[in-house]
């Protein structure tokens, strides 16, 4: 079997004390996501789970792992954010970071792999899978606990199965705006926290 690698972006953390070096911690609502994360993967095949190295990663990762407590956690920097702000930085200064996180996935070792991670860098990765040429990060952008899916093929390439799904987070659970979300329930969709219910419906 192919190599499937599901790219996760970590749970929110946008509250808190902020460490210089690791980040913030997740949020109450943070959370919150990554218990729901972690429900909707306790029954999937999982190898391996890999993670940033990013408190907000980690902890999400430690969620999903404590349903999976017989895969290895393995927490790795390399998977850190990419972000705009330091883009060019690594573009012209630590290029050899990016080339190694895209080297990491083509080459895992495992059938099926969880990695917790960075909308900045999960831009990156899924540029690299459709070859996008004219910039680092095409204009995608995961939801906090969006997972996206991908299948690593021969010679160094990969393949988009879906991305950025979020059918596992409650109309409560959703901080972005820009969001677009199926109630399970109801099958209602609903547009970020700001989308008012239809007086109709």
Known sequence: MSPRVFLIRHADAT???KDPDRGRHLSAIGQRQAQALARRLANWQIDAIVSSDMYRAR???AAVHSFHPNVPLI???TFREVSGRTLAAF???EPARLEAAWEKIVTLPYGVTVLITHNGLIKYLLGRTIEY????RPR???SHTGITAIQVRPKGRALIQFFNDTHHLSPDLVLEKTLWLEDAETGR???G???DPDPRA
């Open 75 to 77: 927490v790795d920097a």
């Open 189 to 191: 969709w609903h547009f």
């Open 140 to 142: 995608f952008h995961s």
């Open 133 to 136: 040429e004219a910039s680092l």
């Open 15 to 17: 509250e808190g004390p």
């Open 193 to 195: 926290p700001d989308d």
């Open 59 to 61: 902890e999400t990762a």
């Open 91 to 93: 573009e012209r200064e």
